[in-house]
């Protein structure tokens, strides 16, 4: 053992981008915090699989407690059925498959589906589109509606998608609303988009992955409002409720329809029914089902609502301040409005001294950002996100950046 962790840290450790690094702001920044890592570590100890109530009781109702408590803080609706899967990309998959058992039961025993169309923001993450993919809807029945000036999806661009799609004698099944989007954290308008989803009978999903534990702050649970008539919802505690990855929560208000979708009970795994039993292989393609609750639990416990709120203020407190500065400062612009603790700019010049200010400023070595495209033009991305970064991290994220750009 002791040559395998001489190896780990002269092989891998040098080798690795330090995610839990204060200087990572990068595409999301996460962070594992210490109660996390505990929970995570008794786990793997613990070993168990909850794929059936009778296999693991702990891990089925420990899940159930921790995500509803986390629901309840973050303001959703009582009545909500929570899953826990790895990453969002899963669970918007599973969503998505629901969505297609609700309005055409009959792939689940015929396939193909010929017809069904998805609706999400030209902006939403690639995820969604994987997911039209995994389940065999295909690209060309992705419709990417058009954004507005801020970044948010069209409700009258869905409307009429929706509407020429129908008229054609196709099927509108699903639509997608981001509440965080991934280049910008824009919030597409829920409220709007929810009455034009059961208007046509379609399943109404919210990709809240990176935003919505957000809303642990009272007074950001604005941000989900229109999600209480969502058919689902997305959020994952392990970008910015510092927990180790992966943990990603799936919200329904219909879990007898994602049941359907997926629950297939060979004779090896029948059990007797039981009032206390949630099967959670009947929720999903996994059959496997990870302990991950606990470290949820652990951090939920440790920190408290307050706790984790407070740190999010800070990240979306440094992250306006760094906004003013760029606004205030001539040779910088911001590219799209800060919503949360994510900032999208430009050095004023062309794309190709923009990606030069962005290698420089990561082959230092004391930060990582990212970049996006917004309208054509080559963006620098800063994310905050970690609990250990602090005003001075991102302060001198600043300067390295006004020092690359000359």
Known sequence: MSAILADFRNKIVPAATHWNHPGFMAYFAISASGPGILGEMLTATLN???????????????????????????????????????????????????????????????GGGSGLVIYTSEQSHSSIEKGAIAIGIGQKNVRKIPVDGEYRMRPDALAAAIEQDQAAGLRPFCVVATVGTTSTTSIDPVEQIAPIAERYGAWLHVDAAYAGVAAVAPELQHILRGCERADSLVTNPHKWLFTPVDISILYTRRPEILRRAFSLVPEYLRTADDPRATNYMDYGVPLGHRFRALKLWFVLRYYGREGLAGMIRNHIGWAQELAAQIDAHGHFERTAPTRFSTICFRFKGTDEENRNILERVNASGQVFLSHTVLRGQYCLRLAIGNMKTTREHVQRAWELVQSAAG
């Open 48 to 110: 168990m699989n909850g794929m059936l109530w009778k296999t693991s009781p702990a891990v089925v109702e420990l899940e159930q407690v921790a995500l509803d408590w986390l629901r309840r803080w973050i303001g959703l609706p009582d009545g909500l059925f929570g899953i826990i899967f790895d990453t969002a990309s899963t669970s918007s998959m599973h969503a998505i498959a629901a969505a297609r058992e609700m309005v055409a039961p009959e792939v689940r025993t015929d």
